[in-house]
């Protein structure tokens, strides 16, 4: 898709505002802290070529990836900072993140070993970050068994380099209290390890960055203030970064009566104009806006009726006679006064920031401007 003229739908990525939301981090952070933009999940739906592309310029320390696959894709593009695979990997995908020059999140010391074998026979050093878990449950040694793992991953590997020690917040958002008591068991489980100054610290994912500042360590992790997500109530919000449009592809004046998609779950109550929008749950769409959602036609909202589609929505347009055919409606972003932010439609969608932008379909172009 070479212009977004043609498309009967696309995603529209601001990079002056990511970079801006980029540089925000780093003010808030200050100078002398590293930053590992976090560019997981194809950079949380927007792109991830094109994101690292456009944070390269900035001159982060490296990025942060969640599988070997991401992390060689960017290898790939050329990239030689750090590339750190912040989540547990399968076994056999542990060999072709050393040979790639991957660093790990290691959480047990059979990882370790596997990990320092790899090495070993591909006769190189494999860099790793050592990942504590103090609460989240989901990977990490366990700080409250420090005293068995500390001694065993202090002893001297010839073929594995230390670069840093983790942990990740599960609450920042919300919950101060929480963090505190993180960092706390960070620092109890790691009081023993020989030589920790020289490491790396991190833990504050973006709304750690924001609503933490006491526990900036020498590196930090943002995601999703970066694309333009809100990190809290509290803390500042980033400036948006994504919209999503689709184009009016039918119109219809409809009689009382008339029903709108599956299961003819809206019926309408009088005379109404419908725009059938090309747009569905299949380019990510959350369905449960049925009936619930609206989307920006000429800087006015106008409601979803019925039960989205696979591959198109209809809306309400009865009070917007200036609607027609091949117009763009924003589905997500904003149109003149009128603005739909992610967390918005997330909340109404029942869901998160996260799992909007990340779920935005591969058959939307994403149109970099
Ligand atoms: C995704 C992730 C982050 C970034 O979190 P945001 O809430 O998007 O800022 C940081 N650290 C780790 C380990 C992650 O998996």
Redesign the pocket.
């Known amino acids: 898709m070479s212009t977004n003229l043609e498309a009967r739908a696309w995603v529209k990525v601001r990079a002056d505002e990511l970079r801006r939301n980029y540089t925000r981090v780093t003010e808030a952070v200050g100078a002398g802290v590293r930053v590992l933009p ?1 560019v ?1 999940a194809n950079a949380y739906g927007l792109g991830v070529v094109e994101v690292v592309k456009c944070l390269e310029a900035l001159d982060p320390w490296g990025f ?1 990836v ?1 599988t070997v696959q991401e992390g060689v894709e960017i290898r790939r593009m050329g990239v030689q900072r750090p590339i750190v695979v ?2 547990p990997v399968p076994p056999g995908e542990i060999g072709p993140a050393v040979e790639s020059g991957l660093e790990l999140f290691v959480s047990s010391l059979g990882t370790l070993k596997r990990i320092e074998d790899e090495a070993r026979a591909h006769s190189c050093v494999a860099a790793v970050h050592l990942d504590v878990d103090t609460g989240i449950g989901r990977s990490g040694f366990d700080w409250r068994t420090a005293g068995e793992w500390v001694p065993r991953i202090s002893e001297p590997r010839e073929h594995v380099r230390w670069v840093g020690y983790s942990t ?1 917040l599960h609450s920042a958002d919300e919950d101060e209290a929480s963090i505190s008591e993180q960092w706390g068991r960070l620092g109890t489980a790691l009081a023993d390890l020989q030589g920790r100054g020289e490491l790396l610290v991190h833990v504050l ?3 750690g960055i924001f609503r933490a500042p006491p526990f900036t360590t020498a590196l930090v ?5 970066l694309y333009g997500g809100e ?1 809290g109530a509290s803390n500042p919000s980033p400036d948006p970064v994504v919209s999503v449009h689709a184009r009016v592809v039918h119109l219809r004046e409809v009689e009382a009566g008339t029903t709108a998609g599956y299961g003819a779950t809206y019926r309408a109550a009088r005379s109404e104009r419908w725009a059938t929008l090309s747009i569905g749950y299949g380019d990510g769409l959350p369905r449960s806006l049925g009936n619930r959602g609206s989307v920006l036609l000429h800087g006015a909202f106008a409601p979803i009726i019925g039960r989205i589609s696979m591959d198109v929505t209809v809306v309400n347009i009865t009070d917007l006679p200036e609607v027609s055919l091949g117009d763009v409606a924003t589905v997500l972003g904003s149109d003149g006064d009128g603005a739909i932010t992610i967390d918005a439609l997330a909340g109404l969608a029942g869901t998160i920031s ?1 799992e909007v932008l990340t779920g935005l379909a591969a058959r939307l172009p994403r149109v970099w401007v």
């Open positions: 976090m997981k942060g969640a912040c989540s990740h994912n973006s709304a992790r943002p995601g999703i203030f990190v996260y």
